[in-house]
């Protein structure tokens, strides 16, 4: 194993929102993978960081829209297909 390669848990650790965006590659990639082969901690906070990645990403997603105002509007598209003549043609 060459030990100059060796990545610290904290560089390890500045590199997992790349990793997770896939952005890493080459060498950077699998020093990281290395290390996280054998290192348990890494292992653990990648685990969290995925989930913390996924859980931002998942509310970056959604439409800012409190739910009441979505409910009224449902409700006003509702109303309006209801009033339109010879709805249901698609
Ligand atoms: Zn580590």
């Not at 060796?6 to 590199?15: F, G, I, P, S």
């Amino acid at each position: 194993m060459d030990v100059t390669n060796r990545m610290t848990c904290e560089d390890a650790v500045r590199q997992f929102f790349a990793y997770l965006d896939r952005a890493l590659a080459g060498e950077a990639l699998e020093s990281l993978e290395a290390h996280l082969a054998t290192c348990l901690d890494c292992c653990d906070r990648l685990q969290f960081s995925r989930e913390l990645d996924e859980f931002v990403k998942a509310r970056v997603g959604e439409p800012a829209v409190p739910e009441h105002v979505e409910a009224r509007v449902r409700r006003m598209i509702e109303i309006a297909r209801g009033r339109a003549p010879g709805s249901g043609a698609r």
